[in-house]
């Protein structure tokens, strides 16, 4: 009796480890049509500095919208595309796209703040990564310094003295880097200056609960490292007044999450700015508290 239960759980196992090996090879087959297929879009997320109200800059986002499954996150997909390679002609797209698309907002008026690509470890160690940028900025005709490379913490870290060739090619472009999910990885704080970034981005899990007393802690010194180290700071995943309130507090101006704007697409981002974004936002949550 014990022995079959035991055998009926591994087929359980096993049946839900082969519908997620399955989905896998199915997600890796058909991102390689993806992009041609127009599956693919960038939704972009304002970033905005609660202190003088006004908009700082976007970070483009990936979406697919597969034909049968329908959303797939790029949390899922973003490592399929890594292991398989279709991240480099993405990555490719994705900054032909958002270069042109940050020039039709600075035509239009709407925006004039530098949009940011995130670039995997992949892209990153990639010969082919400077080009790429080249030639997106040539054909749209965008300022370098209205291009913003975001790279994570943990893969800048991986590998370090390539990443510090690299990164220093780009800078002598004249984009801008910052270090996302910053406070994840597993910096050796020393090397941080080694380093051409521009500016730190917290990451969302010490914005989250940033009531408890230790994360406040850590938060705040993550701020002094980057005014020490002469380095905009910003914070992701701020959902509430009370945590832009907070870090108002501590000096850190620029705020990055959804109690600002969620991701969204680049007409209704339109819309949004013409409407006047964030303006009075945070004003009018806390004369509502107020209340
Ligand atoms: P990330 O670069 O740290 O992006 C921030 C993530 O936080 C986004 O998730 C965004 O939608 C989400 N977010 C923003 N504000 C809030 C908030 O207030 N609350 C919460 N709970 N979440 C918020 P998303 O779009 O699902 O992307 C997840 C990750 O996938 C990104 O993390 C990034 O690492 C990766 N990713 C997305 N697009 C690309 C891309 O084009 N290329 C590469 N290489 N990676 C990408
Ligand atoms: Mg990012
Ligand atoms: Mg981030
Ligand atoms: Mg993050």
């Not at 370098?144 to 913490?153: A, R």
């Not at 408890?212 to 705040?220: E, G, N, P, S």
Request: with cysteine.
């Amino acid at each position: 009796h014990v022995k079959k239960t035991g055998k009926n759980r591994f087929c359980f196992f096993d049946d839900i480890m082969a519908r997620e090996q399955a989905r896998r090879l199915r997600l890796e087959r058909d991102l390689q049509k993806a992009l041609p297929r127009r599956e693919l879009t960038i939704f972009y997320q304002p970033k905005w500095d609660a202190e003088k109200d006004r908009l700082t800059g976007m970070e483009a986002l990936l979406r697919w919208e597969h034909p049968e499954l329908g959303k797939v996150t790029p949390s899922e997909f973003i490592p399929i595309a890594e292991e398989n390679g279709s991240i480099l002609p993405i990555t490719r797209w994705m900054l032909e796209e958002v270069c042109s698309q940050s020039v039709r907002w600075q035509e239009e008026g709407l925006a004039a703040v530098p949009v940011s690509v995130n670039i995997s470890s992949r892209v990153l160690d990639s010969a082919l990564l400077v080009d790429m940028i080249h030639e997106a900025l040539t054909a749209s005709r965008l300022a370098p310094s209205g291009l913003e490379l975001e790279i994570t913490e943990s893969i800048a870290m991986a590998n370090l003295e390539d990443t510090i060739e690299q990164l220093g090619r780009l800078e002598q472009m004249g984009v801008r880097i910052s270090m996302d999910d910053f406070g994840t990885g597993y910096s050796s704080l020393g090397r941080i200056g080694d380093l051409p970034f521009h500016t730190l981005k917290i990451d969302r899990s010490f914005i989250q609960k940033s009531s408890l007393f230790f994360k406040q802690a850590i938060i705040r010194n993550m701020v002094a490292i980057a005014g020490n180290l002469d380095l905009g700071i910003i914070a992701e995943g701020v959902e509430t007044r009370e945590q832009a309130e907070f870090l108002l507090s501590t000096g850190c101006h620029d705020m990055q999450g959804y109690f600002f704007g969620k991701p969204m697409a680049a007409d209704s981002m339109s819309r949004w700015l013409s409407e006047g974004g964030a303006a009075g936002r945070l004003a009018a949550a806390e004369a509502a508290g107020a209340v």
